[in-house]
């Protein structure tokens, strides 16, 4: 994937992917791993995305612009203060991961991906979230694949989370030239 996107000083991994892929998981242990912020991506949709979706029905463009906006500002706030941070975000579309990344460079997209029966499995076991399982096939349809020409990876979200994290540190270090922790083995 591409790395000459300019001047970095801090690092956003934006991890990335449908809703079930594995998402908030894998961001949670990056987060443990690295000690960096963390911020939820569904946390930024305004209440009407939220009912929307809960009501079954698919986010439109005019929905998510607003929404990636107020991500895109989270970034930059963190950019500007030199804080390296992790954000969950689906970013299924090309243009959605452009305007996130436009004008910062920290950002780094982990694509967690997975055959889509495992990740209907998985979203018609959980319980609490708002996005029901009917809305996935739209998501699925949606989904445009990270590009070589994105900062970024995509990791097979099939392994346990802790080994997702692994790929996607590796990923990261081999591109960033970064120095990031390594999985401790268990004593």
Known sequence: MDTDDGERGTNSIVVMGVSGSGKSTVAAGLV???????????DFHPPEN??????????EDGDRW???RRLATWI?????????????????????????????????????????????DRVEQRSGHYMPPL????????????????????VSGVAPPAEVADQILDALRKE????????EAPS
Not at 50 to 59: D, I, N, P, T, W
Not at 86 to 105: E, F
Not at 139 to 149: F, G, I, R, S, V
Request: proline share 7%.
């Open 32 to 42: 443990d791993r690295l000690g960096w912020e963390f911020a939820e991506g569904d």
């Open 50 to 59: 939220v009912e929307k979706m809960r009501s079954g029905h698919a986010l």
């Open 66 to 68: 607003p929404w990636l």
């Open 76 to 120: 930059g706030e963190h950019e500007a203060t030199g804080r390296n941070a992790v954000v969950t975000c689906s970013a299924l579309k090309r243009a959605y991961r452009d305007l996130i990344r436009d004008g910062h460079p920290s950002v780094w997209f982990a694509h967690v991906s997975a055959d889509p029966g495992l990740i209907r």
């Open 135 to 154: 809305l996935l096939g739209s998501q699925l349809a949606t989904l445009e694949p990270l590009q070589p020409d994105e900062p970024g990876a995509v």
């Open 176 to 183: 960033r030239d970064l120095s990031v922790p390594s999985q």
